[in-house]
């Protein structure tokens, strides 16, 4: 979003993605295609496991989408990243390692192998005191 992520495409042929995380819309998700796959996808998500619109849900997004092409949406995302390495940071000084050695986006992946904690451990803690949900 807002530039501040690599383009999947022309990496990617499909690309799935939420509305509700770091674009800030209705609870939801994306498919985005190459032009090729389109019309199969469209026909096995709609009507075949997903119907009946929401048009609450469609108006909430298209706002949402109108947002983040907003240049107030690039210093949000700029700082969602700015943050995100601020974590990162104070878990190493805490003797936390990142699997890839930091982060470039919105997502920092902690090297527990040399921890007394599970992942899925970990994860219920950070649920259990609102950090992520």
Request: some cysteine; aromatic content about 6%; charged content about 30%.
């Amino acid at each position: 979003a807002a530039d501040e992520h690599i383009q999947p495409f022309p990496h990617c042929d499909i690309v799935t993605t939420t509305t509700h995380k770091s674009i800030r819309g209705a609870r939801g998700g994306m498919i985005l295609c190459k032009g090729e796959y389109a019309e199969e996808i469209d026909k096995a998500v709609f009507p075949y496991s997903q119907g009946g619109p929401l048009m609450h849900q469609i108006a909430g997004k298209a706002v949402c989408f109108k947002e983040a092409m907003q240049p107030e949406f690039k210093d949000y995302a700029k700082q969602i990243k700015k943050n995100t390495k601020a974590l990162a940071k104070g878990l190493r000084l805490e003797g936390l390692e990142m699997v890839s050695g930091g982060t470039d986006n919105h997502l920092v992946l902690v090297d527990l192998k040399d921890e007394d904690i599970t992942g899925k451990e970990a994860e219920k803690t950070l649920e259990d005191c609102n950090i992520i949900r």
